[in-house]
Structure formats: structure tokens, C-alpha cells
């Protein structure tokens, strides 16, 4: 086991792992790896655009260990699981979704997982919930509407602090079905571009089909368009 470029991310053959935050604790049927000590959870592609982002390539998530994460469409708690190792005990994320049959899946994860709020909430109207989160280092959304581009955005607005990153995971046949996902990712491109800088850009195939991963960054006083 080594660690990878991915900060607090394990790579071993071409598989990914983070470092259980609770020791023997499974969330979705992972398979458990003890190494030298420590204990690692096996990181499904298939199960995760996060983790089928990073083996398509993205060297830089963004998040790290200690940062407060806003997860929107943090559904049953797979994903969000991994990001919860990544920050460690130090730190926190709010983990938001719409549906209550998946946020109650959800407390059951957050119960052992100390550093995870379950959230009931709309993100298109953040500010239903704003009085429940802090600002926040990382704002991670992967919620399959239409208008996905103007949530992320409102959201980073109102939560993101400055020199923050965004990352906004984009399902094409969301958008508009009838449309080729390439026309999607450029549109979508093109409205975060107005308002953050974008790091790098993924699409998720073989794990997603249809799927794209956006990483951004707030922009400094220079960037600002005048």
C-alpha cells in the first residue's frame, strides 16, 4: 500500500482506499484492507464519481484532512463515508439531501461517524438551511436536476470561503436527455466560468456513463471579470 498523489488517498494495483475512520466499520460492503498497522476501505468507482474521478485522473480534490465539507446529494452515505476518512476527526461535513428515505439511511452512517451532520434539505434553496452550516472549505455536489449548475453556484455563494474549492459532479441526461453529454459539459463550462475557476475537468466513463466531473476554485480579486 502507498500513498497516492491524492492527499489522504491510498492507492495499491490501480485501487483506491481511504483510512477507516472507524475501525471494522463498513458502509456499503467494502472490502477492508489492514496494512502495517492500519486499516483501509476499498474505494468503489462504481459506487463513487469521486473515486472515479481520481482514476481518470484528477490529481488535486481538493479536500484534505481537517476541512469542513458541504456534500450536496450526500444521498445514503457512500461517498461521503470516504470524504468523512479523508478529514479525519478534525474534520466536518455537512451532508445534505432532499429525499427522507435516504437521509434516514444516512443518520445510520452519521451515528458511528461523528464528523457527519445529516441534512434534510433542498439545496436549490439554501436559504432554507443556511442557518444549520457554517462556511465551509469544500462545497461537493452530485444531485441529478436540471438546473445543477445554478444550485452548485447559489450554494458556493453562500457557503464557500474564499480560496475555496467546488466540485460539482454532472449527469448529462439530467440536464436534457435528447442533447450529446459534450454539448452538456460545454454549456455547463460555460456558466461556471462566469463565477469560478476551473481546475480540471473529468468525464467518468467506463465507471459513469454520461457523467463529469468539474473541480473549481473561487476566484481571487484578480480574476474577477470587470
Known sequence: MKLSKIF????ERGRLHTKNLIRGNTVYTERLVKEAGEEYREWDPR?????????????????RKGDIVLYLGASTGTTPSHVSDIVGQDGFIFALDFAPRVVRELVFVAEK????????ADANNPESFKDRI??????YMDIAQKNQAEIFLKNIKEFLKPGGYALLAVKAKSVDIA????????????KLEKEVTII??????????????FVCKTKGPSDEVS
Open 8 to 11: 489522504e488517498v491510498y492507492e
Open 47 to 63: 459506487k463513487s464519481k469521486l473515486c472515479a474521478a481520481i482514476l481518470k485522473g484528477c490529481t488535486n480534490i481538493g479536500i
Open 113 to 120: 461517524r461523528k464528523n457527519i451532520a445529516p441534512i434534510l
Open 134 to 139: 457554517s462556511q465551509v472549505d469544500i462545497v
Open 179 to 190: 442533447r450529446k453529454p459534450k454539448a452538456i459539459y460545454n454549456e455547463v463550462r460555460q
Open 200 to 213: 480540471d475537468f473529468r468525464t467518468l466513463e467506463p465507471f459513469e456513463l454520461d457523467h463529469c466531473m
